[in-house]
């Protein structure tokens, strides 16, 4: 009746769980099915949280940008096991996820900050999990478009576009970019007018647009908040860079290196130069001697 793909792993063979929806929606009442899917979701929102706690467990996600767990989930000792646990866990993150969005209309904040999580970490196997992971951050734009929540619906499309840049598609992730910088400005997001604002700065960069680029990171930098402070939108951008670099994400075979070039310290990403920087790095437009000149320069502030 069971399969183990690995060690201590089991699932049910592909026909036995099909049938034991379909029993379960004939024989379970609706409810029952909406709170079960409800828990699930809690629980691997709540794990995931934990692998972004193991990978920084001095700079935890704050409050202020990632709801709190509504379960504890599943505790990690160290960064590899956290990374194995992600990776394993991918199909059943994106299930949740995509079920959720269709039927569980109060999981959307979960459902949205995973997603974050999941693109975050982007512990993906192949470059069709990157084109899951985008249309189910599109579902949740779309979701929250109906649901009348514009800040989710800005979260969702500064998602879909941080995938899009892994991936190098660069008009698709400029697009949703300046969509959610609209909604972010609708509600006077601080944190979204920063973040969406450094990533458009990047993607403007990387696609060669360099006045684009120092215009846009002029733009998100006075939205940037109080750099000392782990809940401000600058904070935000800092914790997302070190997570990324912490958890050593895999790129896809067609994808680009986006975050190596982040120092440890995830300065690169909360300063125009140093966003400037990656995407030169990124496009091939950047010699030798300045790239050179610009990690000496990197190194000396990490020292600092």
């Known amino acids: 009746m069971l399969e183990s793909p690995a060690p201590g792993r089991y699932r049910l063979h592909d026909l ?53 767990a509504d379960h504890t989930g599943i505790a990690f000792e160290d960064t590899d096991q956290a990374r194995t646990w992600f990776r394993a866990e991918h199909a059943v993150l994106t299930a949740a996820v995509e079920q959720s969005l269709a039927s569980v209309p109060d999981a959307l904040r979960t459902a949205v900050d995973l997603l974050m999580l999941i693109a975050v970490c982007s512990l993906f196997p192949s470059r069709g999990h990157y084109d899951e992971a985008c249309r189910l951050a599109g579902s949740a734009a779309h979701r929250a478009a109906e649901a009348g929540q514009p800040e989710y619906r800005a979260r969702a499309l500064h998602t879909r576009a941080w995938l899009s840049c892994l991936v190098g598609n660069y008009a698709a992730a400029e697009a ?120 000496a320069e990197d190194g000396a502030e990490t020292s600092r």
């Open 16 to 68: 036995l769980r099909l049938y034991g929806r379909g029993h379960a929606e004939s024989t379970e009442r609706a409810e029952d099915r909406t709170e079960a899917l409800r828990r699930a979701l809690a629980f691997l929102y709540g794990s995931a949280v934990h692998v972004a706690r193991t990978a920084l467990p001095d700079n935890a996600p704050s409050p202020a940008w990632l709801h709190p």
């Open 176 to 295: 949703d970019l300046r969509a959610a910088l609209r909604w972010a400005e609708a509600t006077n997001s601080h944190r979204r007018l920063h973040m969406s604002g450094v990533l458009l700065a990047l993607v403007l960069r990387a696609t060669g647009r360099v006045q684009e680029s120092e215009a846009a990171m002029a733009r998100a930098e006075r939205y940037a908040g109080d750099t000392d402070n782990p809940a401000s939108p600058v904070g935000l951008a800092r914790f997302m860079a070190r997570l990324h670099v912490a958890v050593g994400a895999d790129q896809p075979p067609s994808g680009l290196p986006l975050m190596r070039r982040v120092d440890a310290h995830g300065t690169s990403l909360v300063r125009a130069e140093g966003v400037i920087r990656l995407g030169a790095t990124l496009s091939g437009t950047a010699k030798s001697g300045e790239r050179s000149q610009a990690e």
